[in-house]
């Protein structure tokens, strides 16, 4: 199995910055992808933010030019810098990992971790 432990939300005013942080531990041989998504109360959940084993990063239309993500290899983690923050980008956001696990037989799968608040509010 595959752990993820997520920080770094919290209360912000608008206009604000929150850097999110989510490391992977476990059975890893390798991770393909990496990312945020998040879900606002009443809302379906949302990709916010993938980054693929290659670097190649996508972003919801609505953060393009105000979050960036990133990945550190060496440490299984990835990163969600967030700027300008507006009330709307309030949810709670979670980290999604795509990997393959050790072998074999090297079964590959999807994990969530438990998610943090992000609160933009004055």
């Known amino acids: 199995q595959v752990q993820l432990v997520e920080s770094g939300g919290g209360l912000v005013q608008p206009g604000g910055s929150l850097r999110l942080s989510c490391t992977a531990s476990g059975s890893i041989f390798m991770i393909v992808a990496m990312g945020w998504y998040r879900q606002a109360p009443g809302k379906e959940r949302e990709m916010v933010a993938t980054?693929?084993?290659?670097?190649?990063?996508n972003y919801a239309d609505s953060v393009k030019g105000r979050f960036t993500v990133s990945r550190d290899r060496t440490k299984n983690t990835v990163y969600l810098s967030t700027d300008s923050l507006k009330p709307e980008d309030t949810a709670v956001y979670y980290c999604?990992?795509?990997?393959?696990?050790?072998?074999?037989?090297?079964?590959?799968?999807?994990?969530w971790g438990q998610g943090t608040q992000v609160t933009v509010s004055s």
């Open positions: 980054i693929n084993n290659g670097g190649a990063v």
């Open positions: 999604n990992v795509y990997a393959v696990m050790t072998g074999p037989p090297y079964r590959h799968d999807a994990f």
